[in-house]
């Protein structure tokens, strides 16, 4: 591969929009090119000042204010007007939700391949909610790379977290946290890409319906991408698309594609 | 489209388009340049895919469904508005500067140094002197669709937006290297 053809390639490389063979042909075409290999370095550090440095312009809360009453969403759309409570027809259901929980709740527990939670997204729901809820703490220990946030985890665990991917250009890692995952804690590891945010949480997965391949959901607009390691299971959420989600898998070890999503 | 497609598609509106306010206004800023043509670009865009809810497929990229309603309209009023000359100074700018092709400058390690240490302004104003086509590109890339996405977003061959996407950062280039100077 000479300079002309690698040149319009560079930034899908850097994508990893390119196949495995056109991959190797502009990886090696970088090795012994420097004039191209400072033009990659330039396309990513002009990546890198876009995502990090360009002003992002949030909505007044006022525009939010007037969407939002322009436009109601479900819960308020309909048109009924409120009752009085007694008068609801919400009484029945209320009677059939208490005897289901009495009736049903501990045959769920017990059902192999619901896990405790008794519904088989139930590491999707909680990825997603501690995903907001680390995304609104932020992290605990900045990223000064791998050997710097690993070793934070000493002593706040009751299991050493593997960790395969210290993070790169396209997947840079920001920092960690210690979150509660479900009963237990976990490691949390917040990756970036572009402008979004990716969560990993890293867990003992025993006792939980953990899936053992990449199994992808998503919950709430989010993605999720969990699988299993031995005794500890991943999972990682964010609202970038499966196919980031999948990448950022494969860094981490976890093997194979991302399985068949499920909505 | 059958009537539960309908029905879902439309359910999907009403449950997460609003989610994209900030989103969709942050490029609408970029396109218009101000915030109250901004708003007004937003609402507008509201406006027309609670509209157009029943021509939503559901389960497919709803943001994606949103940045090209909300381009065709920004499109429609500019055309509407050509002679206006607030609007006609938007559509940036010297064609020379937007097809500049890839610039030598940063060949040098304090040019490269230069743009590693961009800050916030430099970089929006840079990116506010491309053509309506260059800022989309960038802004819709930096959200992470894939270049199918773009292309549907823009009405476009996905060729097309690999070279449009090219085209413009060259230009962000070339125009960071003019601050440099």
Known sequence: MDCAAARPLLLDYQRGRLTGPQHEEVHAHLEHCASCAREEVAERALSEALERRLPQHAAPAGLKRRLAAAHPGPASSSPARLRPWWRGAWIPALAAAVLLMVVA????????????????????????????????RGVAVESGGIHQVKPWFAGKLDFAPVIAFAGDAEFPLEGGAV?????RKAAALVYRRRLHH?????????????PTGPEAVSRRGFNTLAWREGELGYVLVSDVD???????AARLGAGGAAGGAKN | MGGDGRTSGRAEIAAHALAYADTLYNLARYLTGGAADAEDLVQETYARAFGAADQYTPGTNLKAWLFRILRNAFLSQYRRQRGNPVVGALDTVDPRVADTPATEWLRDDLELDR????????IEQALLTLTEEGRT???L??????????????????????SRLARARAALRQRLQDYAR
């Open chain 1, 198 to 210: 990716i969560s990993l949480f890293v867990a003992r997965a025993e006792g939980l319906d953990w």
């Open chain 2, 137 to 139: 590109v960038i802004l």
């Open chain 1, 242 to 248: 499966a196919h980031d989600l999948a990448q950022l």
């Open chain 2, 115 to 122: 743009l590693r240490k961009v800050v916030a302004g430099e």
């Open chain 1, 179 to 183: 979150e509660y995952f479900l009963d």
């Open chain 2, 141 to 162: 890339d930096l959200e992470g669709l894939s270049e199918r996405e773009m292309a549907e977003v823009m009405g476009c061959a996905v060729g097309t937006v690999k």
């Open chain 1, 105 to 136: 709740l501990p045959r769920l527990r017990e059902m192999p391949g619901t896990g405790w939670v008794g519904r088989e997204d139930g590491v999707a729901v909680e990825a997603v909610n501690d995903h907001l809820r680390l995304l609104e």
